[in-house]
């Protein structure tokens, strides 16, 4: 069964510092992964995306890693800001015909002043 | 372009009542995709289209929700007769071929 789960489900950190979420999936055939960021009230936003041969991407103060041998991957946030509060969620595309996506349930982050 | 646009954002309504669920896809995507997100679950799909046609319908919880697609600029999602358990944000989100899925605001309904 194709489903991707994240951990932690909650965090809570201080502002200027440093976090890594973390996403296993189990989805085959694979194509690609992304995180997406989720404001309270809002939809969500894709943040990176990284194929199977793609071992990291950055986007900003976010850089993302994948291990396809493993099946695993991380969001890394560097120097947080009040702004990175909001929910992160991974998501696997399968590969094949299909459009449709595998979601994890998200991690909250919390930055606190 | 404006993005992916949904109406009403916010929805209360009573058991047992209709209620219709409305999004504008972006301009020249040509998949369309209705989702179902709660604390317990997280994001569902409940259905997506290409090109106007239903592809994917599995998701869809029972025959009380259904959904249209009459043209490429509109899509709605309608729940009859709604219960209390329907209580959600519902999103719709559209993409072009493969690419990045772009969400819509969202949709909470409250059903009493």
């Known amino acids: 069964k194709n489903q991707v789960e994240q951990s932690p489900q909650s965090l809570i950190i201080l502002e200027g510092k440093n976090c890594t979420l973390q996403c296993n999936y189990t989805v085959s055939p694979f194509s690609n992964l992304r995180w997406y960021k989720q404001d309270t009230g809002r939809g969500p936003v894709s943040l990176t995306i990284?194929?199977?041969?793609?071992n990291t991407k950055s986007n900003g103060r976010y850089t993302a890693t994948l291990d396809a041998d493993t099946k695993q991957s991380s969001l890394h946030i560097t120097a947080s800001q009040l702004s990175d509060s909001a929910s992160y969620i991974c998501?696997?595309?399968?590969?094949?015909?299909?459009?449709?996506?595998?979601f994890g349930t998200g991690t909250l982050l919390a930055v606190q002043p | 372009d404006a993005g992916v646009i949904q109406s009403p954002r916010h929805e209360v309504t009573e058991m047992g009542q209709e209620v219709t669920l409305r999004c504008k896809p972006i301009?020249?995507?040509?998949?369309l995709f209705w989702y179902r997100q709660t604390m317990m679950r997280g994001l569902e799909l409940l259905i997506y289209?290409?090109?106007?046609?239903?592809?994917?319908d599995s998701g869809m919880p029972e025959d009380r929700f259904s959904a249209k697609m009459p043209n490429a600029s509109f899509s709605t999602l309608k729940i009859q007769p709604s219960e209390p358990r329907d209580s959600a944000v519902y999103f719709c989100a559209s993409t072009y071929y493969r690419g990045e899925q772009f969400f819509g605001p969202g949709t909470r309904l409250t059903v009493l």
């Open positions: 998501v696997a595309t399968p590969g094949g015909a299909t459009n449709k996506l595998i």
């Open positions: 301009s020249g995507h040509d998949y």
């Open positions: 990284m194929t199977f041969s793609e």
């Open positions: 289209f290409n090109n106007n046609v239903p592809i994917d």
